[in-house]
């Protein structure tokens, strides 16, 4: 179906795909601007550093600059802030892959073959094909924004709390994918991240659960210091226990140049399957970017070709993650400027910022403001475009990180870990948390446990729980709403289908495990 | 010589004394002010980020803000007064943690508790409806078939036990109306269900309503202000309705006026409330908050009293709806 049909579907409609050229040349007009460009491109550079700093994040970065941006001129304002969104959902692939530690949540899933291809000294190549997808997945987003955002966004607005439940269930499937070694290892730290998600209010009731009387429980954990502490703490840990940290890295600083284009070309495949599932997730409010990266890995890695071996530097991992987390930056711009929705938090940040600014997003922005609509489809797509280039140029800079003697970076990280943790609510427990979870995340590595289903389990465990009770309280017919429902329907064949292929491929590989182990056996005896 | 001596001595004291109050009144501030906000990203903290950057305009400092959501304000409420009363925090004290958590029992403070800076801001609440609705045309009438059909209607107040909550079951006992709240954590997300049909009636703010005023209907607007009226597109007010709910100025509404620990030194105080009144009366601040959907408030600190505990008598005397609510509810299941 084309997005040049009307929402409707009904009739093929040029005159909106002519009105989508008008909005972008009229948005032409307003970006074409000095500052407007200088402040998009300064907006990738800020969001790069706030991604690729463990504890910070986008959300942090817009909320940091706002007030800054709300005095300039609204398009200026705009590229400025919606740069640093693109940057920095991209900035944390850096130190997921130079340190594995993921600046974000965002790029948890980043870390699982972007750090094996740093060690085997392809980190140039690594971060060139993570900014290279960020922002190939990123403009696909844009095209999905600027030609199809009201069908999408419409589309996204029957998405009810069935639905999500559903989806957040489709989403803990992953687990098991990315769980290499042991499923069962993986399903135990997974049904981890989903307790230590039931910490804090029940929003239902209102009860409190696990607070131990404490008011900085309230609110449960805070994701970035649980994520920080589990990566970045046990990471440094196992880093001073290597008797190294002196030696000066012989690591080759190589400029990524266009054949990082190539290598990521070379998986379009994958780049835009995974964009096109970053892009849906994000235009459904609330689902996320975490989900996206970890659903578009899990799906690259079940169709990866033999010899492919995700997990250990594969190529196509990367181009999984980050293609679809920025991707997700266009989608949840979808229902922001579409229905004045916010898709996400940083989202809800933008949101504000065009209220402030005077503009009144919804359908009525598109009619009223089409010079302002056109220049923020103009400054998401020139972001992207941007983030190749600032990307691909500051790269060697990054990995210069890398030759610097563990010495002076061990302490150099923890010290930026605890300036990040500290900054998201200027408070000293989350640091505390920080080092309970880098505790946590150390005994998890010497038990060989996986850590990214901790994250996942509690991102999706609030999403699951709560939709999964606001579907019961609204259906009048108990569990019956998620079959009444189509698109509920449909998503509850496939959580089925999913979970029986997962069954039986689990048993299969078990029971080649143990048919190797007893030839093993066999073989040691003859 | 004696009389000499003493009077420069006292001269001497007196200057020096009169330099340290001026040195510590200038060195206030000597660092970032720190805003804590209970809620969550979105219009409201950008709306408090507005008036945040004009008071440290005026300050000549800083003013991040920051988001400490969790437990229907408490969280943020409990932290702020936990800081050092040293006029480095100021809360950005909601109706939700100031007022109505003590009300239910969720606080154990009072809004006597603090020091008021100054009124900020206020935003209107409505009750909407689905577009196309055939089962009712009004607020009274679908009172009437909620109180013929108990328990079948479900609408959304955003989150469970705040001030949109209380105040539309306030309105749903007036009519012996029992309907399920389904409780959700983002406001946006109430909109579009509410919008699809999946919810049958649903709290909305100005913001949500302004973006897409084609998607719902205005039933009723939970505020007496003619601008509320204006905002929501002339919809009839709970003035207006046949029964009172025993709420008007800002008792049915969101706002929030910002406050400091009670042990603040009052020099400090006074220069806090100076800047917050100066920005709150500046045009461009007064339009940034308009802007967003929200109402300036122009009260100054002397008016706390009287304004907030006009509004806790309100909630206090409005009975414990909630609980009715929760109770005619199990007697249903």
Same mark, same amino acid.
């Given at each position: 179906?084309?997005?040049?049909?009307?929402?409707?579907?009904?009739?093929?409609?040029?005159?909106?795909?002519?009105?989508?050229?008008?909005?972008?040349?009229?948005? =032409?007009?307003?970006?074409?601007?000095?500052?407007?460009?200088?402040?998009?491109? &300064?907006?990738?550079?800020?969001?790069?550093?706030?991604?690729?700093?463990?504890?910070?994040?986008?959300?942090? !970065? /817009?909320?940091?600059?706002?007030?800054?941006?709300?005095?300039?001129?609204?398009?200026?304002?705009?590229?400025?802030?919606?740069?640093? #969104?693109?940057?920095?959902?991209?900035?944390?692939?850096?130190?997921?892959?130079?340190?594995?530690?993921? %600046? $974000?949540? =965002?790029?948890?899933? $980043?870390?699982?073959?972007?750090?094996?291809? &740093?060690?085997?000294?392809?980190?140039?190549?690594?971060?060139?094909?993570?900014?290279?997808?960020?922002?190939?997945?990123?403009?696909? %987003?844009?095209?999905? +924004?600027?030609?199809?955002?009201? /069908?999408?966004?419409?589309?996204?607005?029957?998405?009810?709390?069935?639905?999500?439940?559903?989806?957040?269930?489709?989403?803990? #499937?992953?687990?098991?994918?990315?769980?290499? !070694?042991?499923?069962?290892? !993986?399903?135990?730290?997974?049904?981890?991240?989903?307790?230590?998600?039931?910490? %804090?209010?029940?929003?239902?009731?209102?009860?409190?659960?696990?607070?131990?009387?404490?008011?900085?429980? +309230?609110? %449960?954990?805070?994701?970035?210091?649980?994520?920080? !502490?589990?990566?970045?703490?046990?990471?440094?840990?196992?880093?001073?226990?290597?008797?190294?940290?002196?030696?000066?890295?012989?690591?080759?600083?190589?400029?990524?140049?266009?054949?990082?284009?190539?290598?990521?070309?070379?998986?379009?495949?994958?780049? /835009?399957?995974?964009?096109?599932?970053?892009? #849906?997730?994000?235009?459904?409010?609330?689902?996320?970017?975490?989900?996206?990266?970890?659903?578009?890995?899990?799906?690259?890695? &079940?169709?990866?070709?033999?010899?492919?071996?995700?997990?250990?530097?594969?190529?196509?991992?990367?181009?999984?993650?980050?293609?679809?987390?920025?991707?997700?930056?266009?989608?949840? =711009?979808?229902? $922001? +400027?579409?229905?004045?929705?916010?898709?996400?938090?940083?989202?809800?940040?933008? =949101?504000?910022?065009?209220?402030?600014?005077?503009?009144?997003?919804?359908?009525?922005?598109?009619?009223?403001?089409?010079?302002?609509?056109?220049?923020?489809?103009?400054?998401?797509?020139?972001?992207?475009?941007?983030?190749?280039?600032?990307?691909?140029?500051?790269?060697?800079?990054?990995?210069?990180?890398?030759?610097?003697?563990?010495?002076?970076?061990?302490?150099?990280?923890?010290?930026?870990?605890?300036?990040?943790?500290?900054?998201?609510?200027?408070?000293? #427990?989350?640091?505390?948390?920080?080092?309970?979870?880098?505790?946590?995340?150390?005994?998890?590595?010497?038990?060989?446990?996986?850590?990214?289903?901790v994250v996942i389990g509690m991102i999706l465990g609030p999403i699951l729980e709560a939709n999964l009770r606001r579907s019961l309280l609204i259906s009048r017919e108990g569990y019956w709403i998620f079959l009444d429902r189509p698109v509920s329907a449909v998503l509850v064949s496939i959580n089925v289908l999913l979970l029986l292929a997962m069954v039986y491929l689990t048993v299969q590989r078990m029971r080649g495990a143990k048919e190797t182990a007893l030839a093993k056996a066999m073989s040691a005896e003859d | 010589m004696e009389l000499r001596k003493l009077l420069k001595g006292s001269l001497l004291a007196g200057a020096f004394v009169a330099a340290s109050a001026t040195t510590a009144l200038a060195e206030f501030p000597e660092r970032n002010i720190e805003v804590i906000h209970p809620w969550g990203p979105g219009n409201a903290m950008a709306m408090s980020q507005v008036v945040a950057k004009a008071m440290g305009e005026e300050l000549g400092t800083d003013m991040p803000v920051i988001s400490l959501p969790g437990a229907a304000g408490t969280k943020a409420q409990t932290t702020a007064m936990g800081k050092p009363a040293d006029g480095y925090t100021v809360f950005d004290g909601y109706v939700a943690p100031l007022v109505l958590q003590p009300i239910l029992g969720n606080a154990d403070w009072n809004f006597k508790d603090f020091k008021p800076l100054s009124a900020a801001v206020a935003n209107a609440f409505a009750i909407a409806g689905q577009v196309g609705e055939t089962r009712w045309s009004n607020f009274e009438e679908m009172m009437a078939y909620c109180k013929d059909n108990r328990g079948e209607l479900r609408y959304s107040s955003g989150s469970r036990n705040n001030l949109p909550h209380m105040v539309i079951a306030k309105a749903l006992q007036s009519y012996d109306c029992v309907a399920q709240n389904v409780p959700y954590t983002q406001d946006g997300n109430v909109f579009k269900d509410l919008g699809s049909k999946v919810l049958d009636f649903a709290f909305v703010n100005v913001g949500n309503f302004r973006s897409n005023p084609d998607k719902v209907k205005i039933l009723l607007v939970l505020s007496e202000l003619p601008s509320s009226k204006k905002a929501f597109h002339g919809a009839p007010t709970i003035g207006e309705l046949g029964v009172d709910l025993g709420l008007s100025n800002l008792g049915p509404m969101g706002w929030t006026w910002w406050i400091v620990n009670p042990d603040t030194p009052d020099d400090v105080t006074e220069k806090l409330r100076g800047a917050m009144e100066r920005a709150m009366a500046r045009q461009d601040v007064k339009d940034a908050v308009e802007a967003i959907g929200f109402v300036p408030l122009e009260w100054d600190h002397t008016k706390y009293e009287e304004i907030v505990g006009g509004v806790d008598s309100q909630l206090n005397s409005m009975g414990n709806a909630l609980a009715w609510e929760e109770e005619e509810l199990k007697k249903l299941n």
């Open positions: 179906m084309s997005c040049c049909r009307s929402a409707s579907g009904t009739s093929l409609s040029r005159g909106r795909c002519a009105v989508i050229f008008d909005f972008l040349s009229a948005g =032409l007009d307003v970006f074409l601007s000095p500052i407007a460009l200088g402040l998009t491109f &300064a907006g990738i550079v800020v969001g790069l550093v706030v991604g690729a700093m463990p504890g910070l994040g986008p959300l942090m !970065g /817009i909320i940091l600059l706002l007030p800054v941006a709300i005095g300039l001129p609204p398009v200026a304002a705009m590229g400025f802030l919606i740069a640093i #969104f693109v940057g920095g959902s991209c900035g944390g692939s850096i130190s997921a892959i130079l340190l594995r530690i993921p %600046g $974000t949540p =965002l790029a948890a899933a $980043t870390l699982y073959d972007g750090y094996p291809m &740093a060690q085997k000294g392809r980190a140039s190549d690594a971060i060139g094909i993570a900014i290279t997808s960020s922002a190939i997945g990123g403009l696909i %987003g844009g095209v999905v +924004l600027v030609f199809c955002a009201p /069908i999408l966004a419409s589309f996204a607005a029957n998405f009810a709390p069935p639905e999500y439940a559903m989806l957040a269930i489709m989403g803990l #499937f992953a687990i098991v994918v990315i769980s290499g !070694g042991s499923i069962i290892k !993986g399903l135990l730290a997974g049904s981890f991240g989903l307790l230590i998600s039931t910490v %804090g209010t029940d929003s239902f009731s209102t009860g409190l659960r696990f607070t131990f009387g404490s008011h900085n429980l +309230l609110n %449960g954990f805070h994701i970035v210091a649980v994520v920080v !502490g589990l990566f970045a703490i046990s990471e440094m840990a196992a880093q001073m226990m290597k008797r190294d940290l002196l030696k000066i890295p012989d690591v080759k600083v190589a400029r990524p140049g266009l054949h990082t284009i190539t290598l990521t070309l070379k998986h379009w495949v994958n780049l /835009i399957r995974s964009s096109a599932i970053g892009t #849906f997730f994000g235009a459904i409010p609330g689902a996320g970017g975490v989900i996206s990266s970890f659903t578009s890995y899990a799906v690259a890695k &079940a169709a990866a070709k033999p010899g492919e071996v995700y997990g250990e530097g594969a190529e196509g991992g990367v181009v999984a993650t980050e293609s679809a987390n920025n991707s997700t930056v266009g989608g949840t =711009l979808v229902p $922001t +400027l579409s229905l004045g929705i916010p898709g996400d938090a940083s989202s809800a940040m933008l =949101l504000g910022a065009l209220l402030i600014l005077g503009f009144i997003p919804g359908p009525a922005m598109f009619e009223n403001n089409p010079d302002v609509v056109g220049g923020i489809f103009m400054v998401y797509l020139a972001s992207n475009i941007f983030l190749l280039v600032a990307g691909i140029l500051a790269t060697p800079l990054f990995v210069y990180v890398l030759r610097i003697p563990k010495v002076y970076l061990i302490p150099s990280i923890l010290l930026l870990c605890s300036i990040g943790t500290f900054a998201l609510q200027a408070s000293v #427990f989350d640091l505390q948390i920080m080092l309970v979870f880098g505790l946590i995340g150390i005994l998890f590595r010497s038990a060989d446990y996986p850590l990214a289903p | -």
